[in-house]
């Protein structure tokens, strides 16, 4: 038994498939099989059910999480010889949606890369979900997600509290609202109850933001008059931009839309039962994962990054 006997079998975990799991890792089929068959050898029981099609046996369960606790201790060994070295040298595993990662990048890379000029980044996107998951297997150091699961696992670390916006043009108002429409904007720019807008039509999500959003409808007892779903915020917010519909948006999609927004564009902040709608942006990583130099300084830079935007006013974002 061995290290790298070990790797290919969480290798092939993953996809429950040789030919596939031996293409993605460029090796033969021939030569992944023998590293499995190696370790039920040393072991002498079953890891891997052949047929109908291939699955985990007890066994393999036991063994895959044995394997993935061997394979973090010998990233966080790797790690910490680095940093005893001072080689300032290694991989960052980070991981992010293309959106926080086009929003928060550009400004964290280059101070990063003149500190740790040695440092490759490998970055991976996708939601969050699939990044908690990513950091519970080893795939990923660092992930920065939205409203982070409770997982004796994961550490999280807060970045800000993004306030959630109801966006929507005065053309659009105008059409549904007509002589009511100054007092409706006057009231809102307090505090938006849903309610009040129901009658427009709406860019709704299915992630968890649409998950708050879908509860403020609920909350107000007011079915949405759906213009479309999407799970891509950017998508939403620029059919919300346009004027077709009413969307929503938060202070850090605005800032990604800064340049884009009309001046007939209102922005008002969302309510629910009285309270401001946020969601929360954390960093998170296993909590077993040791914590090298380089990745504690990109930690730094995230933080110092989103308490800055968190600081921005509404106004200096969308000007």
Known sequence: MDITSLYYFTEVAKDLHITQTANRLYISQQTLSNHIKRLENYYDITLLNRKPTLSLTYAGEQVLHFAQEILRTSENLKDKLNDIRKEERGVLLFGSSRFRMDLCLPSILDSFSKRYPNVEIRITDANSNQLEKLVLDGEIDLAIV??????????????????????????????????????????????????????????????????????????????????????????????????????????????????NIPEDINIFPLYDEGEPLTQEIYLIHHKDRYISQYNQYFLELSQDYFKEIEASSLSSIII
């Open 146 to 259: 939205i409203s982070v699961k409770d997982n004796s696992q994961i550490t999280k670390i807060p970045l800000m509290s993004d306030h959630l916006y109801l966006c929507v043009t005065d053309t659009l108002l105008k059409k549904y609202y007509g002589e009511d429409l100054s007092a409706l904007k006057n009231k809102a720019m307090i505090g938006t109850n849903i309610k009040d807008f129901a009658k427009l039509p709406f860019c709704m999500l299915n992630n968890r933001m649409g998950q708050k959003i879908q509860k403020c409808f609920d909350d107000a007892h007011v079915e949405p008059n759906v213009y479309t779903t999407s799970r891509y915020l950017q998508i939403t917010t620029s059919i919300g931009l346009l004027g077709l519909a009413a969307c929503f948006a938060t202070q850090t999609s605005l800032l990604n839309q800064k340049g």
